[in-house]
């Protein structure tokens, strides 16, 4: 089975099934008589920019991006960021972005997409990136675009946290 044939099989499963995790997924796929590998799967994943949204059972699934109509790759990468992202909290030049269970891998890369040249770089885990500017300065251009596209509005958090917490309204 080649790549586009095996992607079409996880479209399929993630669409008829709630599958929660790459081991779920994996697990899904070889039932189906396709010999993969997690690491496969992960990759999979990454491409097809599957996110992790609540069902209505309140546990995460894998979701798709739904390819709305007028919609251009800016703004399905915009909506990405609306639903994936938490909150955000910096300390000097470190940005930490909390997301949905799931959706940094998907976050991270559209933020890299952006090649915004105040970034370093960014590492994303399940639900936490970290995102290295090159300057304190760059950190309040990012948060402020992040702003401009999101609606995240600064909520600063008690002392006792100490420092900047960025959060949806």
């Given at each position: ?22 081991i779920e997924l994996t697990r899904a796929v070889r039932k ?48 990405m960021l609306k639903d994936g992202i938490i909150w955000i909290?910096h300390a000097n030049n470190l940005i930490v972005i909390r ?71």
């Amino acid at each position: 089975m080649n790549k586009e044939e095996r992607q079409a099989l996880i479209k399929q499963i993630i669409e008829t099934q709630t599958i929660g995790t790459q081991i779920e997924l994996t697990r899904a796929v070889r039932k189906e008589g396709v010999n993969v590998t997690q690491a496969t799967i992960c990759r999979d994943i990454k491409e097809m920019q599957l996110y992790k949204t609540l069902s209505k059972n309140g546990k995460y699934q894998y979701a798709i991006m739904p390819a709305e109509e007028g919609l251009n790759t800016h703004g399905r990468f915009i909506r990405m960021l609306k639903d994936g992202i938490i909150w955000i909290s910096h300390a000097n030049n470190l940005i930490v972005i909390r997301t949905l269970a799931g959706s940094a891998h998907v976050v991270a890369e559209v933020l890299d997409s952006f090649e915004w040249k105040e970034v370093l770089g960014t590492i994303a885990g399940d639900n936490t990136i970290l995102v290295i500017a090159r300057s304190d300065k760059a950190v309040k251009i990012f948060l402020d675009r992040i702003e401009v596209m999101t609606g995240i509005t600064e909520e600063f958090l008690s002392e006792e946290n100490d420092g900047n917490k960025y959060t949806k309204d």
